[in-house]
Every structure is written in C-alpha cells, then in structure tokens.
C-alpha cells in the first residue's frame, strides 16, 4: 500500500469482525469481548471508553455498522423505527429515551439530542441526510455529541451531485463528462450526438433512488431522454434540475471501490479497494459482488482522492466508486460516499476497522493508521447477486453454477452470531420476487 513516508506501519489495536467469528466457532467468543473491552480501554481510556455510540440511520448500513461496534466492544445505539434491518439484530439497543417516541426525522436531530438523557455520546450518520443533519449541528452539540464528519460545505459537495461534479473539473481529476439541464427546453436544444452515449444522474442520488427504484436512467437518443423527463412531470414531479452524464464502456469488473478513512488534521489514516464482480440492476446498480484488490491495482484512483482530501479538507469514512476507461487507461471518479455504506462491516472484517477510527477521531484521540488488509476475499449480498446471475443465466442450471459460485464467499447479511437479520432478508427477498411474480401473471 502506498502511503505517505511519515506513516508507521501499526496493526489495529481491537480484533476484527473475522476474528471474532473464529472465536465464535472455536466456542471463545466471551473471552474475545472480554479482550476487545480491554483493549478498548487501553485505546480510549476507562472514562471515555464507556462513551457510547448513536447510530443514525436505517438498512444494512446501520446493521453493518452496529456490528463492527460491537466487534470493537464499543456501545452502540441505532436510532431508527422499529421496523428496520438493525432492530432484528441481536445487538440491537433502543437508544436510551422514551420507548414509545417515534424515531426522529434528520430534521428534528437538534430537538432530538437535546432531549437525549446521555451525558456524551460520539454520532455517526448512515446515510446522506443523516450526515448533513450530524454536520451542520450548532457549535452547543458538537462538543456533548461529537462526530467524526466533514464540515456542512464539504459535505454538502459530496452529495450533491453537480457540485462534485464541478469541483472535479476545477481539480482536473479523471472524470466523465457531466452536463447540467435545468429544463425540456434546454434539453430540446442539444443536438442528438450530445445524447450519445449518455445517462441522465439525479443531484441526490438517495432521494432519487427512493422515488424511483432506480439510480439513472440510460438513454438511446434526444427523444427517449425528452420522453422520460416527460412522463416524471406527468407523474406530477419536476425531476429538475438534472445531470446528463457521459457512460464509461466497460464490463462491470471495470468497477472499482476504493474505501478508507480521512482524520480530522487531513491524514489518510487507511484505503482498502475492491474489484466489483457483480451489480445489480445492470448499469447503475449496486454492488452485488466484490473482491479485495491489492492498492497497486488502482494507484491512479487513490492519488485522485490523495488530491481531493487534500483541497477539500476531508474529514471522515469514505466510499468512493470509480471505473477504469479503457480508452484512455484512467481510472474515472464516478461518485463518492461521504459515510458508512453497505460494506463497511466488510472491510472491518478484511482488519480495516473504519468505524473504530470515526470513534477514535471524534474524541479526539490518535488515529491508527492500518497499511495493510486482506486481500482476496470476496462478499456478497446473495439475493442482489442472485438477481445479476438470473439475468444472464437463467434455470435450474445457472442457478446451481451460481450456487458452486458461492464457495467461500461471505454474505454482508447473514452471520452465524447474528443470523436473524439475513433471515429476515432472504424471507423478505422472496416475498417480493412472489408478489411480482403474481403480478406478472396477473397482468
């Protein structure tokens, strides 16, 4: 791994999530907490050690990172309803307040914390509006519920589309080309070969994605991307402004993610990179697959982030999502996580404990840099991939080369100390493949 010369090579202080299922299979997994408690109060001290956790936000995000706190014997609270993926987890903690209260809104984050019958507590947001709400709390919070985030303005260029997209041009980083449209009319006014190529990007990609089950919408020509913004109006939604983004040919092993953590004085404190094997939906979707890459594999997509922390003053987890251009052999920066993301426990399994490092930060303790993961391992989110594998080998016998597949990887949902969340899942999953089946039938 490539990091500055003034970097000690130091291991991880607290086990990771793969040795504390070790311990759990040779039937040691209370000596092992009984360690993580230990060490993490050597790391923190006794008083702040005890410091517990608010976790914001609801999916396998917050799953993921309720677990790698518990992997790291710190005291975690999930903050979200009652119907959510974390509150099937074992290691579910109401957070301590009125059992009956409604979870709040990011909106109501000031209201909420002031009413929090916690002396301290260190917070960490799971999703784009969490982390807004968590970095532009009053100077009168920040002390009593300190974070790990980057500030309001930096934060608020991560996630908003054309912003990222604009400062990577005045940075002169490998990006694919992005237009701003603000309407049909301007839309009308670009001549086919602008189209060509082309997807049209939501500014915010989580509300978009909400609304319309989709992250993007690739596009044939001018007029399939008139008939689109056409039919979202007629559904009684704006959908403008929007981005008209440039598609980098490719397979999806062309995907690369590149994860890792920021201090609060501008150190890169880790990177851990990944090889995107599978995605769905097709195009623009999730990872269904990946696999741990050496980072010599994608040295020009870190010296792109090395150069954005260093003009952004980044703060914080990160998950950043490139792909490689064949054309021009550059790794092209697509879009940045500025927060935990769905494997986050992953890469705290692989020794990169990033949630341990968002702890220590916000406290205001030295952060241990970690030059070396491992590499190689593969996880899955096994109903997302089985979905990818069914749509390009489909029957009895594409699904029995998927399940032979499925050797020695690991699932992001499912964990033997904790089987309830992949449970409900997979149940879940197949409720709603049965409902669209019937559906289709139906129609």
């Not at 992005?178 to 990609?205: G, I, V």
């Amino acid at each position: 791994m490539t990091h500055p010369a003034s970097d000690p090579i130091r291991r991880p202080l607290l086990p990771s999530v793969a040795e504390t299922d070790a311990a759990v299979t040779r039937f040691r997994l209370p000596s092992l907490l009984s360690r993580a408690s230990t060490l993490k109060s050597q790391r923190f001290g006794k008083r702040e050690a005890e410091i517990p956790v608010l976790i914001f936000g609801s999916g396998l995000t917050a799953l993921g990172v309720l677990r790698s706190f518990r992997a790291a014997g710190v005291t975690a609270y999930s903050v979200c309803p009652g119907n959510e993926l974390p509150v099937r987890s074992r290691w579910y903690r109401h957070p301590p307040s009125n059992q009956t209260a409604a979870a709040p809104a990011p909106e109501d984050l000031c209201a909420y914390l002031e009413s929090c019958p916690l002396d301290r507590a260190v917070l960490v947001p799971c999703s784009d509006d969490w982390t807004r709400a968590i970095a532009g709390l009053p100077d009168r919070l920040k002390d009593r519920f300190p974070s790990s985030v980057a500030c309001p303005r930096v934060v608020q260029t991560m996630t908003d589309k054309w912003l990222f997209a604009s400062m990577l041009d005045v940075l002169d980083i490998p990006r694919p080309r992005t237009l701003l449209l603000h309407s049909t009319e301007e839309m009308a006014e670009l001549d086919d070969e602008s189209y060509r190529d082309m997807f049209l990007k939501p500014l915010d990609s989580q509300e978009f994605a909400r609304r319309y089950r989709v992250k993007a919408f690739r596009l044939k020509h001018r007029a399939h991307a008139l008939e689109i913004m056409a039919k979202l109006q007629g559904e009684g939604q704006n959908g403008f402004p929007i981005l008209l983004q440039e598609y980098i040919p490719g397979p999806t092993s062309h995907y690369y993610l590149v994860d890792g953590f920021v201090d609060r004085r501008g150190c890169t404190r880790a990177f851990i990179a990944r090889r995107r094997l599978s995605q769905y939906p097709p195009h623009f979707g999730n990872s269904s697959r990946s696999q741990t890459i050496p980072l010599d594999q994608v040295r020009g997509a870190v010296e792109s982030l090395k150069k954005m922390w260093s003009t952004l003053q980044y703060r914080g987890i990160f998950d950043a999502e490139f792909k490689y251009d064949a054309r021009d052999g550059r790794f092209k920066i697509l879009e940045v996580n500025a927060r935990p993301w769905w494997f986050v426990e992953f890469a705290t399994r692989c020794g990169v404990d990033l949630c341990g490092m968002a702890y220590a930060d916000a406290l205001g303790h030295p952060v241990e840099t970690v030059n070396t993961y491992d590499v190689g391992r593969c996880c899955v989110h096994l109903t997302y991939d089985l979905a990818a594998h069914w749509a390009t080998d489909p029957g009895i016998g594409g699904f029995l080369r998927w399940l032979r597949s499925c050797k020695n990887v690991e699932d992001i949902f499912f964990r033997w100390d904790d089987p309830w969340p992949g449970v409900t899942s997979t149940l879940s999953s197949i409720r709603t493949h049965l409902r669209r089946v019937l559906r289709h039938q139906a129609d």
